[in-house]
C-alpha cells in the first residue's frame, strides 16, 4: 500500500525477520518460543503472530512495541483490507475493531471452528464450521469502514461513520483515535468535532481557537507570518511542551508573547523571569504584584522563595517562618551565613524544635548559636544519635557511654536491628543487653564469646538461654557445652533423648549421675523410649545395664518373638538354640505353626520345621523351608510326598499349583516309581512323558532288560538310543531293523560313524558303517590310522579277494607312508560320502558336511582373489557369507583392508568414483562382521574399521565439497599408516590441507611425502626421517 512492499518471514523457530523492500529497513523481533503463525496487515506495519503456547501478540512495526492480545488462541486472521483482527479462544469470537486500544475487544460465543473470513459487496461475514454444516456470523461493518478510513487518512468518511454510531467506551476509544489522526494532520475541524462528541468542551474550544489561527494564517498566504507562529506555539502548549513555545517566541522576538501564554497558564515565575531579562522596568511591576498576589492569598513560602530570588533573605525567612517551614529558613540562614538578628535565628530554633526538625535544630543550635549541648538534646529527641555522639566526645564526654547504650536500645527496640544495636551496647558496656541482642539476631557465636564478659551470677542463666538457642538450631554439641557450664546436665541429657541422640544421652548420664541414680535413669529411659516404640534402643540399653530378663519381658509382651532371638544372638549366644525352640514350641501349642516353622528352623532344627508343615499339610510352607535350608533332593522328596497325600487326581492338581510338579517328577523317576511318574507327566509339558520313558528305557538297559528297553525308548521317541544301544551289545542285526523301520537314512548313519571316528571310538564307527553296508569305510579308518589288525579282519570278511594286494601292499607300506605319497583319507571318505548321498536322491542329511565344504571352497576363493589383487570380488563373496567374524578371518580382513586403502585414487578420472565405491562396501562387510562379533570385537579390528570409516568419510566430503571436514579426515588418517601407504597419506593430506589455504601444514605434509617416496625409491625408509613427523600431534611414526 502506498508504494511499500514489506515481508515478514521466520528466519528461525523464534525469531521473525520484517523487510521493507523499498528501503531495505529490516526488524528483528525474537520470541522466547517458537512462532508457528505469522501475518502482516495490508498496510505492513501491523504484525501478528502466534506462539507454540497458542498465545496471539500483535507488533507495531512503526513503535517497536509488543501487545499481548489473546491466550489459547486456535485460530487468528485479519479482515482482508483492513487493520480489524478476528481471532477464536475455544467457543469464543474474538473481535478487535480498534488495535489502538487492545483491551477494547468484541466477544462472542460461537459453535464450532472458524474457517475463515469473507467480505463482499459490503457485508463482513466469519465462516464457521459446525459438525454439521457451515454457518456464518456478521461483522459490524461500520467499525470495519471506519478502521479502513483512518489506514486512508479519510478522516470525513471516518467522520460520518461515527456520527451514525452511539456514544459507548468503544466508539469514544475511536472517537478519540480519530482526533488524533486528525491533529497529526492539523486537521482541527475534525478534532474539534470529536472532542466535542467526546464531551471535552474545553479541548474542543482549544481546538476552535486552532482553527480561528489557521484560517488567519491561509488567509494572509504567509504561513511563516504571526499567525502562523502563534499557530505552532499554540500546538506546542496542546502538547504540553510549553518550553518548545517559549523558545519558538523568543526566536522570532515575540517575548511578549512568551509572557503573555505564560501569565495565560497561571506560570508567574516563568513570566517575570522572561520580563526581567527582556523587560526590565517592567519587571520590577510585575514581580511586586505577583508578590502582593502571593501574599494575599497566603502563599507565603511562595513568596518567601521570590524574595530569597531576590535576596531579600531576612524577609524571605520570615516568611518561611509564616509559611511553617522552618527547615527551608534554617537553609537560608545557614546557607548565607546569617547571624543578625539573634531574635529572627532564635525564632527558627524555637520553629524548628516545634516542627520536630530535630536534624536542623541540632545543626542550627550548634553551628549558629554555638549551644553544644541543646543540639545534644535535639539529636537525641530526633533519634540521629549518630550525631548526637559525635557532638559529645567532643563537647560532654561523660554523655557518651549513656548515649551509646540509648542507641543500642534505639536500634533494638525501634529500628529491630539487634545487629547494629550489639556494637552500641558494647561500646556502652552493656554485655547483658548486647548478649540478648546476639540472641536475637542469631548470631549464637558471638553471644557465646560475649558470656565471658558476664559475672556468674548472670554467666549461668545466660548460658542456660543459649543452650536452648543452639538446641533450636539444632548444634547439640554447643548446647551441651552451654548446659554443662551452666550446671544444667539434667537439660543436656533430656536434650539428647528428646533429639533421638540416645548415645550422648547415656554418655553424659554415666558421667554425671551416680550409680543410683543412673540405674533408675536407665530403666526410666528404657521404658520411655518402649512407649515410643523404639524397642530395639531399649534394649540395648538394658542390655548395656544386663537387664536380659527385662528385654524378655518387654519383646514377649509385644510379642516379638524374632526380636527375642535378635537380641539372644547379641547378648548370650549360648541361649540362640534355647530361645528360639521355647519360642517355637510355644507358637506351636498355639497352633501357630507358620511362626512356629519359623523359629524350628532358627534354632537350627529345619527338618522339624519341615515335619510340622507336613503334618498340617501346609505343603507350601515345607517346601520353602526346602528350598531355604535344604538341598534340592529334600524339596523332590516333599513335591512327592505331597502328590501321594492324597487321591491321583487331587496330587496332580496340588504340585501343579505349588509349581513341584517337575520336582516330584524327579524323585518318583530317581525312586523307581515310573507308574508315579508317568501320572505326574502327563500334567507337564509333552516332553516330560518322553523324559520318563526315556529314564525308564535306561533302567531297563542296566538291568539287561533289552527288548523292554527297546519298547520304551520308542515311546520316548528315541530310536537313535535304541539303535546305540544294540551297536554297543554288538547286535547289529536289531540296529538295522530299527534304521530300517525309522528310516534313519544312511547318510545319517554315515555321519554318525564320521563323528565316533573323530572321537576315537574306532569300534562304534566301525559298527556304523557295517550298518551302513558300506564296509570299505571302516576298512579306510583302520588303515589311515594305522590299525592294520583290524584292516585285516575287515578285508578277510568282506573283501577276500584283496587277501594278496593286501600282503603285498604291507611290504611297500613305508614308502606309500612318506609325505609326498601321502593320501587324505579324511577328505576322500568326506567326498564319497558327499557323492554318495547325492546319488542317493539329495538326502538333506549330507547338507551340513556339504555346506563346511562349501565354505571352505569359498574361502579358498576369497584367498585367490586377494592374490589377484581383485578385493571387490572378496568383499561380495564375504558379504555372500554373512560377513563371519573370528579369529581364522582376521587376516583376510587385514589383507583386503589394506588392498583396498593402498590403490590409486587419483580424482581426474573414474578411478575416484570406483574407489570410493568399494570403500564403502568394504565399510558396510567390517560393519556386519562387528555386529557378528556380539559387541565385542577385537581391538585390531576395531582400528581397522576406523581406518575404512574415516576414509570413507574423505570421500563423501571431496564428493560434496565439504572442504574442511576432508582436511580433517586426511589429517585423522596419518594415525593409519600400517593400513595405508605413507606417501599415498602424506601426499592426501597435504593436497587437502593446500586446498583448505593452510599453507604452513600443507608444506609439512608435502615434506614428509617426498622423504617417505625418495626413501620408498632407495628401499630404505630409514632415511626418511619421519619420527619427527608433527611432533606435538596425534600423528605417530611411520609403521615400517
Not at 522596568?281 to 522563595?305: C, H, I, P, W
Amino acid at each position: 500500500m502506498n508504494g511499500h512492499k514489506v515481508i515478514a518471514y521466520l528466519v528461525d523457530k523464534q525469531t521473525i525477520c520484517i523487510k521493507h523492500i523499498n528501503s531495505q529497513a529490516t526488524t528483528i523481533i525474537n520470541h522466547e518460543t517458537r512462532v508457528d503463525f505469522i501475518e502482516l496487515n495490508a498496510r505492513g506495519h501491523l504484525l501478528l503472530f502466534r506462539d507454540r503456547k497458542f498465545v496471539l501478540h500483535l507488533y507495531d512495526v512503526t513503535s517497536q512495541s509488543k501487545v499481548h492480545l489473546l491466550s489459547d488462541c486456535g485460530y487468528a486472521q485479519w479482515v482482508p483490507g483492513s487493520d480489524v483482527v478476528v481471532a477464536q479462544r475455544n467457543n469464543i469470537m474474538c473481535v478487535w475493531y480498534n488495535l489502538s486500544v487492545p483491551d477494547e475487544v468484541v466477544t462472542r460465543e460461537i459453535c464450532g471452528e472458524i474457517e475463515g473470513i469473507e467480505r463482499t459487496s459490503g457485508r463482513t461475514e466469519v465462516i464457521v464450521d459446525t459438525e454439521s454444516s457451515l454457518s456464518s456470523y456478521l461483522l459490524v461493518e461500520e467499525l470495519i469502514e471506519f478502521s479502513l478510513a483512518i489506514d486512508d487518512d479519510d478522516h470525513l468518511k471516518a467522520l460520518s461513520i461515527l456520527r451514525q454510531m452511539e456514544l459507548t467506551p468503544q466508539t469514544e476509544a475511536m472517537w478519540l483515535q480519530l482526533q488524533d489522526a486528525s491533529v497529526k494532520v492539523h486537521n482541527f475541524h475534525t478534532a474539534e468535532q470529536c472532542a466535542a462528541a467526546v464531551n471535552d468542551h474545553s479541548r474542543a474550544a482549544y481546538y476552535r481557537s486552532l482553527v480561528k489561527l489557521s484560517s488567519k494564517s491561509d488567509a494572509g498566504g504567509l504561513m511563516n507570518g504571526q499567525q502562523s507562529l502563534r499557530l505552532r506555539a499554540k500546538l506546542f502548549e496542546m502538547r504540553k511542551k510549553v518550553d518548545l513555545a517559549e523558545e519558538l517566541y523568543l526566536g522570532h522576538n515575540r517575548a511578549d508573547e512568551a509572557i503573555k501564554m505564560y501569565d495565560d497558564l497561571s506560570m508567574s515565575a516563568e513570566a517575570i523571569a522572561i520580563a526581567e531579562h527582556y523587560q526590565g522596568n517592567e519587571a520590577g511591576d510585575r514581580k511586586r504584584k505577583y508578590f502582593e498576589a502571593l501574599v494575599s492569598s497566603n502563599q507565603n513560602a511562595a513568596a518567601a522563595e521570590l524574595k530569597v530570588d531576590s535576596k531579600e533573605y531576612l524577609e524571605g525567612i520570615g516568611l518561611y517562618v509564616k509559611a511553617g517551614m522552618p527547615g527551608r529558613a534554617a537553609g537560608v540562614i545557614l546557607e548565607h551565613g546569617i547571624v543578625q538578628p539573634l531574635s529572627l535565628i532564635e525564632n527558627v530554633a524555637s520553629a524548628l524544635d516545634k516542627n520536630e526538625l530535630f536534624e536542623h535544630a541540632g545543626k542550627f543550635y550548634f553551628e549558629r548559636l554555638n549551644k553544644p549541648k541543646l543540639a545534644i538534646d535535639a539529636y537525641v529527641q530526633g533519634k540521629m544519635y549518630r550525631n548526637a555522639v559525635d557532638l559529645s566526645r567532643k563537647y560532654e564526654p561523660s554523655e557518651v557511654v549513656h548515649l551509646e547504650k540509648q542507641w543500642g536500645d534505639y536500634l533494638l527496640m525501634v529500628k529491630n536491628k539487634p545487629d547494629e544495636a550489639i556494637e552500641h551496647y558494647m561500646e556502652a558496656h552493656a554485655y547483658t543487653h548486647a548478649f540478648e541482642a546476639a540472641l536475637k539476631c542469631k548470631r549464637l557465636s558471638l553471644a557465646s564469646s560475649l558470656i565471658n564478659e558476664l559475672d556468674c551470677a548472670e554467666a549461668h542463666p545466660a548460658y542456660t538461654k543459649l543452650g536452648h538457642h543452639f538446641v533450636r538450631a539444632g548444634n547439640f554439641d554447643e548446647a551441651e557445652t552451654c548446659f554443662t557450664e551452666g550446671n544444667q546436665h539434667i537439660k543436656a541429657i533430656n536434650m539428647y533423648i528428646e533429639a533421638g541422640i540416645w548415645d550422648k544421652a547415656e554418655i553424659l548420664a554415666r558421667k554425671y549421675l551416680s550409680e543410683d541414680e543412673l540405674d533408675i535413669f536407665s530403666r526410666r529411659l528404657a521404658n520411655y523410649l518402649e512407649g515410643l516404640g523404639h524397642l530395639e534402643r531399649a534394649e540395648q540399653i538394658l542390655i548395656s545395664n544386663h537387664a536380659i530378663a527385662e528385654v524378655v519381658s518387654m519383646y514377649t509382651k509385644n510379642r516379638l518373638f524374632d526380636s527375642i532371638s535378635h537380641m539372644s544372638v547379641k547378648s548370650a549366644a549360648a541361649f540362640v538354640s534355647e530361645t528360639n525352640k521355647g519360642i517355637a514350641e510355644l507358637l506351636e501349642e498355639e497352633g501357630n505353626y507358620k511362626a512356629a516353622s519359623k523359629h524350628f528352623c532358627l534354632c537350627g532344627d529345619w527338618s522339624q520345621a519341615v515335619s510340622l508343615c507336613k503334618a498340617n499339610e501346609m505343603w507350601e510352607d515345607a517346601i520353602q523351608v526346602a528350598k531355604t535350608h535344604g538341598e534340592q533332593e529334600s524339596v523332590n522328596e516333599i513335591a512327592y510326598s505331597c502328590f501321594v497325600s492324597s487321591s491321583e487326581a487331587a496330587g496332580l492338581e496340588l504340585v501343579n499349583k505349588l509349581g513341584v510338579a517337575n520336582e516330584a517328577l524327579e524323585f518318583a523317576v530317581e525312586r523307581g516309581c515310573f507308574d508315579h511318574a508317568l501320572s505326574i507327566a502327563k500334567c507337564c509339558e509333552h516332553e516330560k512323558i518322553c523324559y520318563v520313558h526315556f529314564k525308564y528305557a535306561l533302567q531297563l538297559e542296566n538291568t539287561q532288560q533289552y527288548s523292554k528297553a527297546e519298547v520304551e525308548f520308542l515311546l520316548a521317541k528315541k530310536p537313535r538310543e535304541a539303535i546305540d544301544m544294540y551297536l554297543a551289545q554288538r547286535n547289529f542285526d536289531a540296529a538295522a531293523r530299527l534304521a530300517t523301520e525309522h528310516h534313519i537314512s544312511e547318510a545319517t548313519i554315515l555321519a554318525e560313524a564320521e563323528h565316533a571316528r573323530e572321537s576315537g571310538d574306532f569300534k562304534m564307527a566301525e559298527g556304523m558303517f557295517l550298518m551302513a553296508n558300506k564296509p570299505q569305510f571302516a576298512l579306510e579308518v583302520y588303515e589311515k590310522e594305522g590299525m592294520w589288525d583290524e584292516a585285516n579282519r575287515i578285508i578277510s570278511a568282506y573283501f577276500p579277494e584283496q587277501i594278496e594286494e593286501n600282503r603285498h601292499q604291507d611290504s611297500t607300506r613305508s614308502e606309500e607312508l612318506t609325505p609326498g605319497g601321502a593320501v587324505d583319507t579324511n577328505s576322500r571318505l568326506e567326498d564319497d560320502a558327499i557323492d554318495w548321498c547325492e546319488t542317493g536322491g539329495g538326502n538333506a542329511d549330507c547338507i551340513p558336511i556339504q555346506r563346511d565344504n562349501a565354505v571352505k571352497v569359498d574361502l579358498f576363493a576369497i584367498e585367490q582373489d586377494i592374490i589377484g589383487q581383485r578385493c571387490d570380488h572378496a568383499i561380495s563373496a564375504l558379504m555372500s557369507l554373512g560377513a563371519p567374524y573370528g579369529q581364522e578371518y582376521m587376516d583376510l580382513y587385514r589383507r583386503i583392508v589394506v588392498g583396498v586403502l593402498g590403490r590409486d585414487d587419483s580424482r581426474h578420472d573414474e578411478s575416484f568414483e570406483v574407489q570410493a565405491r568399494s570403500v564403502s562396501d568394504l565399510k558396510e562387510l567390517l560393519r556386519q562382521a562387528r555386529i557378528n562379533a556380539n559387541g565385542m570385537p577385537a581391538p585390531s579390528f576395531e582400528r581397522m574399521f576406523l581406518a575404512v570409516h574415516y576414509t570413507d568419510m574423505l570421500y563423501l566430503s571431496i564428493h560434496h565439497s565439504l572442504w574442511d571436514i576432508s582436511t580433517k579426515c586426511s589429517i585423522t588418517l596419518l594415525q593409519f599408516l600400517d593400513y595405508i601407504p605413507p606417501d599415498k597419506a602424506f601426499f592426501v593430506a597435504g593436497r587437502e590441507a593446500k586446498r583448505q589455504e593452510h599453507i604452513s601444514l600443507a608444506f609439512i605434509l608435502f615434506n614428509r611425502y617426498v622423504d617417505v617416496y625418495e626413501a620408498v625409491e632407495e628401499n630404505d625408509l630409514s632415511s626418511a626421517n619421519i619420527d619427527d613427523t608433527l611432533d606435538g600431534t596425534i600423528v605417530p611414526a611411520i609403521v615400517a
